[in-house]
């Protein structure tokens, strides 16, 4: 009988098993890949906003058809559409496998690939609020935020969206505490 992950990530342990590391390592790297886009994208995004909001500065920005700015509201709209279905699809895959390294990996690589799609939402906004002006992409982008945040690799929707059983949340829920 193999032996149980919780019981590489017991506090009691001198020396933490390469399992432990292991899911360590997909969490906080995960984690850190969501902060730094964040970090990334509301300044961009908060700058541009507050420099269209003041009408005071002007960079003499070119004037772009009217087309381009519908192209870059509808990709940001279909790209929320997108990251939404594509990470569900992906997240199906977790039910082929039992062991919960392996699952922990899918829903990082889903979670990564959203949280990228996100990014670039992001950009398109910051853009089209550049040279359009216009309200949707406020809007594209309040809808992005919601996604960064309410998306957010925790123990809890972790377990509830892998649906884990109790043994395995709990080693989820160890491998996320700070070292």
Known sequence: MSKSPLSNLDNNSETPSLENQEFRRVYKNLDQLILILLILVLPLFGMIYLYQSSGEITWDLPELPMVFGQILSGAGIGLLLAQYLLFRK???????????????????????????ILFVIALICSAGLLFFGSAIYNVIFAVALFFFSVAKPTPERITKLLKLSKEDAEVIRLASRPE
Do not use: G, N, P
């Open 90 to 116: 992906k997240i199906k895959a977790v039910f082929h496998t039992d062991e919960l390294l392996m699952k922990l990996k899918i829903y990082a690589s889903a979670t990564r690939e959203r949280y990228l």
